[in-house]
């Protein structure tokens, strides 16, 4: 049998936590034969809550759940870890200033990239969910320089996925059946969702989705909206933030980072940028990517044109206002 891996889920208590670590347990994010031991954070506030999932994990019985660390001391949490969800954060709530949101969170990730960086296993693989997604884990990797720039990594996932949903609707064909679409910069709403290079596989080989749904005004107008909307829309109607899809997305991506994406087939990952597709380097950026053997690298080639190469400009643009916003926290 294999060892188990621990898996760190930070703001376990809340509510993607709540979706995301059932999902672990059953081997949704590292497969069917992989044991688990969960090792789950949150701050004091919410350690009564953190106990009563880590009850709940008990009482599922999950076969591949090999052990529950629960705790509200990050150096415990972070002891021996080779994944690290980072789900914890610090919300914005109505009225804060951008600046004060960034400040709390880069003050978390700032304490959480040391103890990763000392505690957890070699080789660990961090990937941030929390908002604002790329500037944590830029900070992250800031404050944790020995653990390598491959990787720490942001979840556009989710984006990714609801772009393969939209066109999935739009041509009424199976979400399995739709590829490559690429969300490209910020997880926020300036990420320009692309479909450039998308394809739906036919009976005899595939198609391009421009082609096929034949309405460019709809692919670079409401379609990039919908996508770049949707947690809003989600907002609106749970009165709640996404989490079961925020959950999965988050399983998706490590377990394709870990185990390795089709033949033919990218994803979208928050990655460190290497000046790719002249994206200025040194910003975590959603890039198309590929993985195998546990590492990603960034798909190289893609034709560019003019619509998409504003998009991807202004994207970028505002990641490098965030970055330089996170690091006047800091002084
Ligand atoms: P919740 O507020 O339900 O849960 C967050 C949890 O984090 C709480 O239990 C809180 O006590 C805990 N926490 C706060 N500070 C912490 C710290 N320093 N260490 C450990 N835990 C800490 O939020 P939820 O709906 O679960 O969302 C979590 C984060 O995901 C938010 O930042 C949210 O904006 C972000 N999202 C990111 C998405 C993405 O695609 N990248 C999509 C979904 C989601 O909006």
Known sequence: ???????????????????????????????????????????????????????????????????????????????????????????????????????????????????????????????????????????????????????????????????????????????SDVKNVIIWGNHSSTQYPDVSHATVKAPHGENHVRELVADDEWLRGEFITTVQQRGAAIIKARKLSSALSAASSACDHIRDWVLGTPEGTWVSMGVYSDGSYNVPAGLIYSFPVTCRDGEWSIVQGLSIDEFSRNKLDATAQELSEEKALAYSCLS
């Open 1 to 175: 049998a294999k060892d188990p891996v621990r898996v760190l889920v930070t703001g376990a208590a809340g509510q993607i936590g709540y979706a995301l670590v059932p999902m672990i347990a059953r081997g949704v994010m590292l497969g069917p034969d992989q044991p688990v031991v969960l090792h789950l954070l949150d701050i004091p506030p919410a350690a009564e809550a953190l106990n009563g999932v880590k009850m709940e994990l008990i009482d599922a019985a999950f076969p591949l759940l090999k052990g529950v660390v629960a705790t509200t001391d990050v150096i415990e949490a972070c002891t021996g870890v080779n994944i690290a969800v980072m789900v914890g954060g610090f919300p914005r709530k109505e009225g804060m200033e951008r600046k004060d949101v960034m400040s709390k969170n880069v003050s978390i990730y700032k304490s959480q990239a040391s103890a990763l960086e000392q505690h957890a296993a070699a080789g660990c693989k961090v990937l941030v969910v929390a908002n604002p997604a790329n500037t944590n884990a830029l900070i992250l990797k800031e404050f944790a320089p020995s653990i390598p720039e491959k990787n720490i990594t942001c979840l556009t996932r989710l984006d990714h996925n609801r772009a393969l949903g939209q066109i999935s609707e739009r041509l009424n064909v199976q979400v």
